[in-house]
């Protein structure tokens, strides 16, 4: 299952390490991005069953709700950039 999958699930959470693997990222900058998202009450942050010591993290309701938004504007976009690609090939859309 992809983080993105992940996250959109709302459900299954997510660990750190596994995010910074994902975009490529050292731990120690995504461990500050994720503290500061729990801060703003974007992500909870919960210890996992099996090890006391890694935290999980799911987003909040609020973060759901930002990730949703994002998400519709990043598609905007992409639909916005697509058509004026297309317009300046001479392609139809419509």
């Known amino acids: 299952m ?3 999958a992940k996250i959109k699930s709302q459900g299954a959470g997510f ?3 596994e995010f910074a ?11 500050a991005t994720i503290s ?3 801060g703003r009450g974007y992500l909870n942050s919960v210890f996992k069953n ?3 010591r890694k935290h999980e993290f799911k987003l909040t309701d609020r973060g759901h709700n930002i990730y949703e ?3 519709k504007h990043v598609n905007s976009q992409m639909m916005k950039e697509h058509h004026l690609i297309s317009e300046q ?4 859309v419509d």
């Open 2 to 4: 992809t983080i993105q």
């Open 15 to 17: 660990e750190a390490i």
């Open 21 to 31: 693997k994902k975009l490529g990222q050292n731990q120690s900058n995504i461990s």
């Open 36 to 38: 500061r998202m729990v």
């Open 50 to 52: 099996s090890d006391r």
């Open 69 to 71: 938004a994002a998400l």
């Open 89 to 92: 090939l001479g392609i139809n």
